[in-house]
């Protein structure tokens, strides 16, 4: 286990539940964004810890791709596909779930495949919001598990980033691709390939004291997140909705964040908390789930200390809704594709 890799998961999952806690807060009362911007790098690191992670546990090569592709869709769908079906069933029995105003069958369909579409409400997102980001792992474990084929780490590394750095020039240069392959190739993908190198790089051989591991980490880690809130600063909302800007902006720091785990882990430099290692062990489960205790607690909430129905009748409307929270859909993952 890389300890400091799964507290920081543990870490990144608070930032995701405080930002959509805020969105929420956003849409409910009509207040403005306070969390800085900087913290929604929490879901780059993500994309580049998830690449660290499979080409760390492929390294022994004891694994074929039929046996790769099967633990991650047995780790992937099962969860995801209970949380979208019980979105469904709340919708359909009234009780609106977060984000989510109208939906169809054929909504539930694309949902469920996790193939990017425009829903019957008029939002660009799956029926779980959130569940954006798993389009772009599933597209990565599909391509990583194709290229186990090759019959070494180096080849597949080398065949993921000619593909994914393929992608932004295509769309480039290419008008009306279809949807899903439009949003695939955006280079945000080559994060996960940025964690790949740094798998390769951590399994070196290299003698360094551990005094100079642990402060080469620190070096990375802050100078990541410093160079990660001076881009937030700089693009301020361009930095969330536009890819191409976003991984310079966030993907970048991100990968010398998570370097700088991987230094610190090198020094012995470990943070070996139970609670934060289980918590980072089900980080996954927490992100599906966690618009439920989200939203119900705040209904709770404005069951209590009313705000304002407007805005709360305007979230139902779809992206053309009320302009009072312009702020918080700008941020909303699911309408960033176009």
Request: net charge positive; charged share 15%; aromatic share 14%.
């Amino acid at each position: 286990m890389i300890y400091n890799i799964q507290v920081a998961r543990c870490i990144g999952m608070f930032v995701v539940l405080a930002y959509h806690g805020q969105d929420l807060l956003t849409r409910f009362y009509d207040t403005e964004p306070t969390m800085p911007r900087f913290l929604h790098g929490a879901i780059d690191m993500f994309f580049v810890a998830s690449g660290f992670i499979m080409f760390h546990i492929l390294r022994d090569g004891d694994r074929t791709p039929y046996q790769f592709l099967a633990d991650r869709f047995i780790r992937v769908y099962p969860i995801y596909w209970l949380t979208t079906t019980l979105f469904v069933a709340l919708y359909l029995i009234g009780l609106q779930p977060a984000f989510v105003s109208q939906i169809n069958f054929d909504d539930f369909l694309h949902s469920m495949a996790l193939i990017p579409d425009i829903r019957a409400d008029g939002r660009r997102a799956m029926i779980v919001e959130q569940a954006w980001t798993l389009i772009f792992e599933m597209y990565f474990y599909v391509l990583l598990g194709l290229s186990l084929f090759l019959g070494s780490q180096l080849r597949s590394l080398i065949a993921l980033t000619v593909i994914f750095g393929m992608g932004p020039i295509i769309l480039h240069y290419t008008d009306m691709l279809p949807m899903p392959l439009e949003y695939v190739l955006r280079p945000i993908t080559l994060e996960f390939v940025a964690g790949g190198i740094l798998a390769m790089l951590y399994r070196q051989p290299i003698a360094l004291p551990k005094r100079a591991w642990v402060m080469m980490g620190w070096a990375s880690l802050l100078g990541g997140l410093a160079i990660m809130m001076f881009w937030s600063v700089r693009y301020e909302w361009a930095v969330w909705s536009n890819f191409e800007i976003r991984v310079v902006a966030f993907g970048v720091p991100a990968t010398m964040v998570v370097a700088g785990l991987l230094l610190l882990e090198k020094g012995e430099a470990r943070w070996r908390s139970k609670t934060m290692l289980f918590l980072g062990a089900a980080s996954y489960t927490t992100y599906i789930f966690h618009m439920f205790g989200l939203q119900y607690t705040m209904t709770v909430l404005t069951a209590l200390w009313p705000g304002d129905s407007s805005i709360r009748s305007s979230r139902s409307t779809g992206p053309a809704s009320s302009s009072r929270s312009q702020a918080a859909r700008r941020s909303t993952p699911g309408s960033r594709y176009r």
